[in-house]
């Protein structure tokens, strides 16, 4: 699957119910004093995190919402009741941001919920002003009304592992041989234009869009790119042998991932793709220079087209994340 990641939208929370005027009129009081209820509150607008990252969908075909208010006060000193509150589900990981205040909240819990609008508070019925001075007081006030604010949302993806390197490294035909996530495959740079999501034995692996030089910075896609990759556990970085320099490949990237902070204490590996392409000799001499001239540590070099290169693959990828995790 892949994700569409962020989207904006209004909201208002309900207003609280109106006070109201009313009187006791029971048999035995015939001068019965001020019974006017207080309003209910306005429901408050609240964010829950579920573990749906298709959660955010609604807000394509959606952009507005209110709360309901809160009801009037009644006769016989009963306020109102309280309107429901409101609550907008977004996937876990998501950051929403109030436009407004620049406030930002990340929910990373299912479950959790965040008030970000809170409903108005109701008014005061005729009975709240009585006193020894007003014995029939004939006022009552208005329900107030509830925040309203405009917000922007978007989803950074939690995934223990996460595929990166330059335009056709074979990130998503390695996601797809693994996982059967059956993402979209091109021959051309940017095919994947969003991450993609695969599983593979209960862990999450993210194929992230490529990467160019200049991406830290914002060229190409940018931040839309690297704040996908700030959740995960570990980084592979993939590098096709098809590539005349692998070491320019390798440091372009790992030029772009160390300028972005949250990213270097994320541990990485490299992986060589595309191995059906160049000898066995060659990939020696490659990992030879990658070990000694980069101390960078090597995977191994694998095809999608042979069975055991995936099957090893993913056995190595399970142990290295058991590894991180402890």
């Known amino acids: 699957m892949s994700l569409i990641d962020e989207y904006d939208f209004s909201a208002s929370a309900g207003k609280g119910g109106d006070g109201v005027v009313r009187w006791r009129r029971e ?182 869009p490529g990467l160019i030089e200049g991406a830290s910075s914002g060229k190409g896609l940018g931040h839309k790119f690297l704040r996908h990759i700030s959740r995960t556990r570990a980084l592979i970085h993939c590098i096709s042998l098809e590539r005349g320099d692998v070491l320019a490949s390798y440091d372009t990237v790992e030029q772009e991932l160390s300028a972005y902070d949250s990213l270097v204490a994320i541990p990485r590996h490299v992986l060589l793709t595309k191995r059906d392409l160049v000898s066995d000799d060659a990939i020696r001499d490659i990992k030879t220079k990658l070990s000694s001239e980069r101390a960078v540590p090597v995977l191994g070099a694998v095809t999608v087209l042979d069975d055991d290169d995936i099957k090893e693959l993913g056995d190595m990828l399970v142990d290295l994340l058991r590894k991180t995790k402890d």
């Open 27 to 208: 048999k035995f009081l015939p001068k019965g004093g001020p019974a006017g209820g207080n309003g209910g509150r306005g429901g408050d607008v609240r964010i829950r995190g579920i573990r749906d990252n298709n959660a955010l969908r609604p807000l394509m075909y959606r952009h507005e919402y209110a709360a309901q208010d809160g009801e009037p006060g009644a006769s016989s000193s009963k306020t109102g009741a309280d309107a429901p509150h409101l609550y907008i589900n977004v996937p876990i990981g998501s950051v929403v941001t109030n436009r407004g205040s620049g406030e930002a909240i990340e929910i990373l819990e299912e479950g959790k919920e965040y008030t970000i609008l809170q409903g108005g508070v109701g008014g005061l019925g005729n009975e709240h002003f009585k006193s020894s001075t007003n014995q029939r007081p004939m006022q009552a006030t208005k329900g107030q009304p509830g925040e309203k604010g405009d917000f922007h949302v978007e989803l950074r993806l939690i995934a223990d592992l996460g595929l990166v390197g330059l335009p056709n490294a074979g990130k998503t035909s390695l996601l797809n041989a693994l996982t059967n996530a059956d993402a979209k495959v091109g021959s051309y740079p940017f095919t994947t234009l969003d991450p993609n999501l695969g599983v593979y034995y209960g862990h999450i692996i993210a194929d992230i």
